[in-house]
């Protein structure tokens, strides 16, 4: 019988068989370019494909108790790179970016992250990358190189990465990953092999949740229902209080219809912006955005058991729409996102004025749009 996956928890079956397909057929190419939505366990597949490529029972299998794959299991393979963003040098020591590394190689779903710093992958990243590619193999059979958020490459580090895609090293195998495919250069795209990851569904992200966390929060069904099928997201929203930013956006909500209390609403997005941390902002803006797509379901369907995101929150959210009848809910949600982008573009300097315009728009287009 064929082999059709190599490992069926890591869900996305036909992926995995066609990258089966083309070990057999010895069509390997020299670099892949995972896309898709954040949260859909790119990462975990790229790790999985290096163990592919080097168990010492492979190539079509992963034992998992190999040295190989255990040291990759580890993220401590010498011929398997994990590149992600990271603040200047300046900015973080090494041992911190170590201390990132083992938590991914803990849980490979879980976001890469350093709250309140600006990260990006610098050309030196990418030039150590072309040296090391240049040496023989240490122990394994082929070296995998991983760029997570490939697309949070200064373009100097993007031009030295098509150094490598032009002569690439015959055992070299690069795998590009990224949920913004728009931001990779087109030349990088056409010299990698596509592929699409789709959303995991429910029930495999409940799988892998249960797999990788500890303790089992009493709120599961709520948060994967919150994530919206984003697994990174619904890791987040597992270790931070996912439903204390809930209610922070629907205070934020709160005071922006009572706009002329200006001091309340002051306080607040002080409190919002006060640490810094622009992941948390997004966090309680995301929160804002499932508020108005429940709204805006119930105004279009007031009589039918709606299958609402803030399930538990129905009543006040059948209390907001009757009391602002006339609220645009495309405006809203408009309003919304683009403070979004706003507050995850770094070059953004002031989240509070990004709270205090978001919320004269949103006042605006809930009472007199
Ligand atoms: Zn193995």
Redesign the pocket.
């Known amino acids: 019988m064929d082999i059709l996956t190599f490992k069926p928890e890591l869900g996305h079956p036909d992926i995995q068989q066609r990258i089966l397909k083309s070990i057999k057929n010895q069509r390997f190419p020299h670099a892949y370019l995972f896309y898709g939505k954040e949260g859909t366990g790119k990462e975990a597949f790229a790790i999985e494909i290096a ?1 592919l490529l080097n ?3 492979g190539p079509l299998f ?5 040295a ?2 255990i040291k990759i299991g580890k993220l401590e393979h010498p011929d398997i790179k994990f590149i992600f963003p990271t603040p200047s040098e300046k900015q973080v020591k090494p041992e911190d970016i170590a201390d990132v590394l083992k938590d991914k190689a803990q849980n490979p779903y879980k976001r890469t992250a350093f709250p309140g710093k600006n990260t990006f992958i610098s050309i030196n990243t990418i030039r150590e990358l072309k040296y090391e590619a240049k040496f023989k193999l240490y122990e394994g059979k082929k070296k995998v190189f991983i760029i997570s958020e490939a697309d949070e490459m200064r373009p100097e580090a993007s031009n030295a990465l098509l150094k490598i895609l032009e002569e690439p090293p015959a055992n070299l195998m690069l795998i590009l990953i990224t949920s913004r495919i728009h931001r990779i250069l087109p030349t990088i795209r056409s010299r990698s092999q596509l592929i699409h990851f789709p959303r995991l569904e429910g029930d495999e992200i409940l799988r892998i949740i249960r797999r990788y966390s500890e303790e089992q929060p009493a709120n599961l069904s709520r948060v994967i229902r919150l994530a919206l099928g984003n697994i990174k997201l619904a890791f987040d929203f597992i270790e931070e209080e996912v439903l204390e930013k809930r209610n922070q956006a629907v205070e934020f909500l709160r005071r922006a219809v009572m706009i002329e209390k200006s001091h309340e609403l002051m306080n607040h997005i002080q409190m919002l912006t006060s640490l810094k941390d622009r992941r948390h902002m997004v966090l309680v803006l995301f929160f804002l955005l499932t508020w108005f797509q429940d709204t805006f379901h119930v105004k279009i369907q007031p009589d039918e058991l709606p299958d609402l995101i803030n399930s538990d929150l129905e009543s006040n959210i059948r209390a907001f729409v009757e009391a602002y009848p006339k609220a645009n809910y495309q405006n809203l949600v408009a309003a919304t996102q683009s403070a979004i982008s706003a507050l995850e573009d770094a070059r953004n300097l002031n989240p509070t004025l990004i709270f205090s315009d978001l919320s004269i728009k949103l006042n605006r287009n809930i009472k007199n749009p």
């Open positions: 163990k168990c010492e029972k992963i034992c998992d108790s190999c190989q794959c």
